[in-house]
């Protein structure tokens, strides 16, 4: 939490690190508690921070889900949407991560709903949509993605 408030270049790093060691699949999922971020470490995790997480690559768009609790009000998914279509592009991290996008798209969900993201559920299905028109070969789970991103 110290560096954190006294090293704020330092912010983006120390973000994937925590989330790398509470990923929640795995063993140490309860390490930090994200949704008690901001009594913890003094703040919330807003865009430049976020920005500077996902500039870690591909580890940190498939753990953006567990930053998530940490936003505060911070409008997140614009920071986050280049990366995802950069990284939903790539059919090497399709080959090394047989989960992606299916499972890093549900937890994303699932972290905007936890947080009540009603705007950032609403600019994923969106981009979504978009993607679906771009990628037809995509559209099943896609429009199952964005059914649930809908789902109260």
Not at 19 to 29: C, E, I, Q, V
Not at 46 to 75: K, Q
Not at 111 to 137: C, I, T, V, W, Y
Request: aromatic fraction near 8%; hydrophobic fraction near 40%; avoid cysteine.
């Amino acid at each position: 939490a110290r560096l954190w408030r006294e090293s704020p270049d330092k912010r983006g790093s120390l973000l994937y690190l925590l989330a790398a060691m509470s990923h929640p699949r795995s063993s140490r999922s309860g390490l930090v508690r994200w949704e008690e971020f901001r009594r913890v470490f003094g703040g919330t995790v807003g865009a430049s921070e976020f920005g500077a997480f996902l500039a870690h690559g591909e580890g940190a768009v498939l753990r953006a889900s567990v930053v998530w609790p940490a936003r505060g009000r911070a409008a997140l998914f614009p920071t986050l949407q280049p990366h995802l279509e950069e990284a939903m592009n790539n059919p090497e991290i399709h080959s090394r991560h047989h989960h992606f996008p299916h499972r890093t798209l549900r937890e994303i969900v699932d972290a905007m709903k936890a947080s009540r993201d009603r705007a950032g559920l609403r600019q994923l299905a969106s981009f979504l949509e978009r993607r679906m028109a771009a990628h037809p070969s995509e559209e099943r789970f896609l429009r199952t993605i964005i059914e649930i991103s809908r789902r109260r």
